[in-house]
Structure formats: structure tokens, C-alpha cells
């Protein structure tokens, strides 16, 4: 059930940009075909670019969706391939996002772990939620028929990769791992905060699909906004997912909300992540949580959608001041382009002249970590302007009389991918409300640790009310993530022939049916 021809994988890029066409291998007795079908200087030519690739994206999704294990062993491949091409590749990240070996080392492991993972999700077939009723004439709703319920891949899908996780969530990231897994062909829009490193790991995904025997049109990369809307906009495109700004994911969203036929956007759009931190526990680990506060506001240089950017702290004792000491003593960190430098200062000079903000560490070099604060009392006054996100090394201490008057200033914040509460632990028999209130606010509740870990497992939800997230019942990490690339489909009284393989008796695919 799994053989398929032989192809190639197409991968084009917009005409009219920087950088050499990308190569791509030949299978030997193939005729050699133009790297862009469409003439670099012809009107349209971005338009009809993005045609050819969607196009190819479509045809190729038949096959690839009805190959499960070919689709397991080319996610492996491309893991090799990126692992084998690891210090080149680790290099021009470093040189266009100034991350640092050591981060992006750990962010290409975590890159290749996750499509091995999905590989695995692949392979298990625990995704496809295969159930089979038998037909039942005593069904108390009356004669049940024989139905068959799977989740289906949905077609191609385009992935806007992100500027601050160059390799974990660009162009084999995270999104493009699920979507593959779920049996979706790939159109991935590069940022063009890191376009040598897109070109040149694009050039390594092809090779390793070429070599696994990927059907053409399971991957291309096209680059520019235009080619990006383009491609959003195209009548073949199933899905869009999305990482970055709340600003261009909304109007991302938008157009997919507005063509003729809508499509799912998954947008993660960034949030504040608020940290409660309880008197009792200001008082028995004042270094502690200082230390852990400032390590996670400033990891990074601040730069994670996971960011801590929002404090709650008791106003009585020297929780503050230990915070503040120790974000004055850390060091600024390059950020990933002037572009995001000059967001982070006009940011956090916005947030700094808001009404009843104190200032409290504001080193003169604009990309530096800063810290603010305001009580309770204003903060609320001012939102939802108070709690907007500044993408960089910035907290927001917010001080309160009362614990219990926390829960309603959470109420009114915005949807967070995370929330962090820090307590004692024979605290927690009286935090219910409190705990309760942050659930509500975020997708996933932190006890005692700082949110910029984001674990790739099983149980991991990362994701939130809007507007942390377009779609609050998804995930973008963790092997939940393939979900969004499915649809469920239901076969009533077919015959065996017209059944797909999972749903069949004789269960060619081997996988996991629920049988009622």
C-alpha cells in the first residue's frame, strides 16, 4: 500500500530576488526541467510562480497522504540530512540571527527530534482516530448503519516561518513536520530575517526527500510577502500556519477568513505570560525566583513568544528590589535585526509613559533588559494597553495589596499562550480560584517554573485564547500538532473496495481501530 513513483520535489523561489536559484538533483533518464517554469521577468511572474508551486503541492497530495510509511521514513531522512549538515547550517543562522552557537545548536536538535517524533506519529497511526460501529439493528436511536469515521490529511498547507526560532520554527520546523506527518504537502513562505540559512536548508530537505523517493511537489520555498499572500490566496491551498506578529498574523487570517472558499489559519500571535508570585513564597525565596524571573525575561534577549514580559508581586517586602537588582546586572544580547531592535525600543518607551508606570532599571543601551512597574490599581485602570506584548528583554512588575484582587485584573487580560504561578506548596489546597482564573486566561498553567521551556511531548499545549492564538483548540508543538492538518471523514454502509485502507477489516496499515 505504500509504493509510490519515482519524483522529484519542486522547489521554486520567487523571481526578482537576491540569492542563486536554488539546485536541485536529477534522477538519472529525467529530462532536466527550468528551475522556474515561469520567465523571471514576465508580469505576473510572482503569481504564476506561486501557481506552479501550489499547483504541484496539489497533485502531489493524493499520493503522499495514501504513503504512510514512505511519508515516516522521509521525515527521518530530512532529520538525517539537517543533523549531517549541522555546522554549516548552525553557522549561517548564527551569522544573519546573532543567537549564538550554543542556542542554535540545541535548536537544531530540537529541530530534527521533532520530525523523528512525528515520524513515529506516523508510523503508530494513533493520528488517524480510525472508529468502526458495527451495524447494530437494536440501536436505541433506532438501526444503526455500519459506520467508519477517520481524520483525513487536508491538502497542501503553506508555513510562515518565524524570525526568532530559525530553525525549530521555520522552514523544517515544527509546522512543516505535523503537516507532513499528517500527509499534507508543504509551501513554506521564508522570512526574510534569514533568507541564506531558508535557501540553504531548503536545498538540504530537497536532496534528503529526492533520495527517500518523495512524490514531486511535497515541498517548495517561496520567499516575499507578495509570494506569501499569493500563495494564501490560492484555490488549491488547504491550511495556513502562522508564527510572529499579532499585527500580520491578523491580516494573514483575514485573507484566509475572506477567500471564496475560507480555510483554517492557525496564527500564534505572541503574549505577555503573566507570573503570579504568592507573599509566602516572596518571602521564603526572594533569590530564587529574582534569579529565575530575570534568566527567563532576558533569555534569548527577550525574544520568545513565551516571554515572562508581566509580574504580579507582592507590594510589601523586597521581592521588587531583588528583581530589579538582578535585572540590572545582566547584559544585553544582540538582538535578531535593527528592525526588531527598534520595535523593542519604541515598545518599551510606549509602555514606559503610560500612566502610573514607574521605571525602574533603564540602562542607556536601547536593547539592554528593562524593567518597569505599577500598581494594581493603575494597571487595570489601563488596560488592555498596560498588558501589550514588547518583544524583548522587558518586565512589567505589577504590585498588589491583596492576592485576591489578582484574579480580576487576570480576568480582564487577553488570551496568553502560558501562565506561571509561584507558591509554596501547602499553598495550593487555597490557590483554586486563583489557579482557575489563569486557565481560563492561558493555555497552559506553569507551577513554580519560568514558561520559556517548551517541551516537545505528547501532552504539551502551546497555544491560547485569542488573541495569543487564531485557533485556541490547536497546538504548534507537540505531537497534538498534527491534528490541525487533518479533517474527519465518515464511510456509511461502503464496501471494503471504496473504504480507505485504515478503515478496511483487513486493516492493511496496521493501525489502532476503535471497534464498537
Not at 488549491?236 to 500556519?241: C, K, V
Not at 480560584?433 to 499545549?461: C, E, F
Amino acid at each position: 500500500m505504500d509504493a509510490h513513483r519515482p519524483g522529484r520535489v519542486r522547489l521554486l523561489r520567487v523571481p526578482a530576488l537576491r540569492g542563486e536559484p536554488l539546485r536541485r538533483g536529477r534522477r538519472p533518464g529525467l529530462q532536466p526541467r527550468r528551475e522556474n517554469p515561469v520567465s523571471d521577468t514576465a508580469a505576473g511572474s510572482v503569481a504564476g510562480t506561486v501557481d506552479a508551486v501550489v499547483t504541484a503541492a496539489a497533485e502531489a497530495a493524493p499520493e503522499w497522504s495514501a504513503a504512510p510509511r514512505s511519508r515516516s521514513s522521509a521525515l527521518v531522512a530530512v532529520a538525517g540530512a539537517l543533523e549531517a549538515h549541522r555546522a554549516e547550517l548552525v553557522e549561517l543562522a548564527d551569522a544573519e540571527s546573532h543567537l549564538g552557537p550554543a542556542r542554535l545548536n540545541g535548536e537544531l536538535t530540537r529541530t530534527t527530534f521533532q520530525l523523528k517524533l512525528f515520524a513515529e506519529q506516523v508510523d503508530d497511526g494513533r493520528y488517524l482516530d480510525v472508529r468502526i460501529d458495527r451495524p447494530d439493528p437494536d440501536w436505541p436511536t433506532g438501526p444503526r448503519p455500519d459506520l467508519r469515521r477517520y481524520r483525513a490529511a487536508l491538502g497542501p498547507v503553506l508555513v510562515f516561518a518565524a524570525s526568532n526560532f530559525p530553525f525549530a520554527f521555520s522552514v523544517a520546523g515544527g509546522d512543516t513536520a505535523s503537516a507532513w506527518a499528517a500527509g499534507c504537502p508543504v509551501v513554506v513562505k521564508a522570512h526574510p530575517g534569514h533568507p541564506r540559512l531558508s535557501r540553504r536548508t531548503a536545498e538540504v530537505i530537497t536532496a534528503a526527500l529526492h533520495d527517500a523517493g518523495a512524490p514531486d511537489g511535497v515541498f517548495a520555498l517561496v520567499e516575499g510577502e507578495e509570494a506569501g499572500v499569493e500563495a494564501l490566496r490560492h484555490p488549491e491551498l488547504a491550511a495556513a500556519a502562522f508564527t510572529g506578529s499579532q499585527r500580520g498574523g491578523l491580516a494573514l487570517a483575514r485573507i484566509a477568513a475572506e477567500r471564496p472558499v475560507p480555510i483554517p489559519f492557525y496564527g500564534e500571535l505572541g503574549s505577555v505570560n503573566p507570573v503570579i508570585v504568592t507573599p509566602a513564597a516572596a518571602k521564603a525565596r526572594p533569590d530564587e525566583i529574582a534569579d529565575g524571573y530575570t534568566g527567563s525575561v532576558t533569555q534569548g534577549a527577550g525574544q520568545f513568544c513565551t516571554n515572562p514580559g508581566l509580574l504580579f508581586l507582592p507590594a510589601d517586602g523586597g521581592l521588587l528590589d531583588a528583581v530589579a537588582r538582578r535585572v540590572g546586572e545582566a547584559s544585553a544580547a544582540p538582538m535578531l535585526n535593527d528592525r526588531i531592535a527598534d520595535g523593542f525600543a519604541d515598545a518599551s518607551r510606549a509602555l514606559a509613559g503610560r500612566p502610573g508606570v514607574r521605571t525602574l532599571v533603564w540602562p542607556d543601551d536601547p536593547t539592554a533588559p528593562r524593567l518597569l512597574a505599577m500598581d494594581l490599581a493603575a494597571f487595570t485602570a489601563d488596560l488592555p494597553a498596560a498588558s501589550e506584548e514588547c518583544f524583548g528583554p522587558l518586565g512589567l512588575a505589577v504590585l498588589y495589596e491583596r492576592i485576591e484582587d489578582v484574579a480580576d485584573a487576570l480576568a480582564a487580560l487577553p488570551g496568553q499562550l502560558t501562565a506561571s504561578l509561584h507558591a509554596e506548596a501547602e499553598e495550593a489546597g487555597e490557590l483554586g480560584a486563583l489557579a482557575a482564573a489563569l486557565a481560563d486566561r492561558a493555555g497552559r498553567l506553569l507551577w513554580n517554573q519560568w514558561p520559556t521551556g517548551v517541551s516537545v511531548t505528547a501532552a504539551m499545549q502551546h497555544g491560547g485564547p485569542f488573541p495569543a492564538t487564531v485557533g485556541p483548540a490547536t497546538t504548534s508543538v507537540g505531537t497534538a500538532a498534527i491534528e490541525r492538518f487533518l479533517r474527519p471523514v465518515a464511510y456509511q454502509n461502503c464496501p471494503q473496495e471504496l473504504l480507505p485502507p485504515p478503515l478496511r477489516d483487513d486493516n492493511p496499515w496496521n493501525v489502532p481501530q476503535s471497534i464498537g
